[in-house]
């Protein structure tokens, strides 16, 4: 009878612990004077103070980490609605893999499709008009120094754009420090494609520690923000550690982006059943229907006849 009473206190003292009302380590509940704050990790218990976080974490540690695993790759094995690039701010199309098929403008940092450069350059010709921005209109650099104080307006106003190309800039000069400075300042301000910089620069080791702790960090923070390079690198990385199907993930997400060399890799890997290969095909071909019009039809093949 002792021992059936003690079963249940302990049962009823974890109930009040687990929910999420009461303070995890010493069960005080929320009230008016008592704020429970969540753990930030795993998000499943509440703290009335640090104090009772500490003491509590040696017995929570090990549940927190693993919740918090979970809820990250909730995060990174999500599909991306588009990828980093969006859409192009004219057309309101997808803008294409390809880095060839848009331009990134100097003056207001917008990146234009191909098509809408295209037909716009078109009517100023036609019209006797002055070559301006299709986007903010401003008027196009006739010089190259014209083109670097436009460009270089876009990096005081610390544009994200604008702070990860002069970082690109200064790499390519070989100050990595530099480059990592204007990199991070685009990180803060909310670009994905430093993310991938970082990641390449700390999996390779150039002007910096090799550290590929903060490489797949940087990695997996440019694949939520739909970068389609970070998850081919993602999914090489887990192949090289025997995790073959979180390396399948990535190369799924990356093929459904649109990605060609995902695609070719589940192709030819033979990772996936001929079912969810197929379906994978129809939404990488949908991803890449969706790019198209017949504008940037009309620039592929004006821009392909000037190559000749």
């Not at 010493?26 to 429970?36: E, S, T, W």
């Not at 017995?59 to 919740?67: A, D, G, I, L, V």
């Not at 990535?250 to 192709?267: K, M, P, Q, S, T």
Request: hydrophobic content about 35%.
């Amino acid at each position: 009878m002792v021992s059936g009473d003690y079963s249940v206190a302990m049962s009823s003292e974890a109930e009040a612990i687990n929910d999420d009302t009461c303070c995890a380590s010493c069960g005080i509940a929320a009230n008016d004077d008592v704020k429970l704050k969540k753990c930030t990790a795993c998000k499943l218990v509440r703290y009335c103070g640090v104090k009772c976080q500490r003491e509590h974490r040696p017995q929570h540690k090990r549940e927190c980490k693993k919740r918090a695993a979970e809820l990250r790759d909730e995060i990174l094995f999500k599909q991306p609605e588009s990828t980093h690039l969006g859409d192009c701010p004219i057309c309101c199309l997808p803008l294409p893999l390809d880095g060839k098929s848009y331009t990134m403008m100097a003056c207001c940092s917008k990146q234009i499709c191909r098509g809408c450069g295209y037909t716009n350059g078109i009517r100023e010709i036609r019209e006797s008009l002055d070559q301006r921005c299709p986007f903010c209109r401003h008027r196009m650099p006739k010089t190259y120094d014209e083109a670097v104080k436009d460009f270089m307006k876009r990096v005081e106003a610390n544009d994200p754009a604008a702070q990860r190309e002069f970082g690109n800039r200064r790499l390519s000069e070989g100050d990595h420090e530099s480059a990592l400075g204007y990199w991070k300042k685009a990180i803060e301000l909310g670009d994905v494609v430093a993310h991938f910089e970082l990641h390449c620069l700390y999996q390779d080791g150039k002007g910096v520690e090799k550290d590929m702790k903060k490489a797949i960090y940087h990695a997996e923070q440019a694949a939520i923000g739909g970068h389609h390079l970070a998850r081919l690198s993602l999914g090489a990385i887990e192949w090289e550690n025997g995790r073959t199907d979180r390396a399948v993930k990535h190369w799924i997400i990356a093929a459904n982006l649109g990605d060609d060399e995902a695609l070719g890799v589940l192709r030819d890997g033979g990772f996936i059943s001929k079912e969810d290969f197929s379906a994978t095909l129809r939404t990488h071909q949908a991803a890449l229907d969706a790019t198209k019009s017949p504008q940037r039809e009309a620039a592929e093949v004006f821009y392909a006849s000037c190559e000749e």
